[in-house]
């Protein structure tokens, strides 16, 4: 929203950062872990980043991955393929 009122010139610059600056201090605000893998490319991390303020996230936080949780992902993946293959049978 505070993206496109400034792309619009609703508000200037200045007021922009403001607005923006107050709502990544608000405690209620939706903040986004961002956990990356070994596969994430360089390009998907900042498309995913972009999207996000496009969204205009509070707080997006680039964290590292659990090794716990690769495992649940890689888990997961090997049941959803086991899934896959009885169900074309």
Do not use: W
């Not at 303020?53 to 590292?64: F, L, M, S, T, Y």
């Amino acid at each position: 929203m505070l993206q496109s009122r400034l792309e619009r010139k609703e508000i200037g610059g200045d007021v922009y950062l403001k607005l923006l600056l107050d709502a990544k201090k608000n405690h209620k605000a939706l903040k986004v872990l961002v956990k990356t893998d070994s596969k994430t490319t360089c390009r998907n991390f900042v498309d995913l980043i972009d999207e996000l303020k496009i969204a205009e996230i509070g707080v997006i936080a680039p964290v590292d991955i659990l090794a716990s949780e690769v495992s649940l992902i890689d888990h997961k993946l090997e049941e959803k393929q086991v899934r896959t293959k009885t169900a074309a049978l």
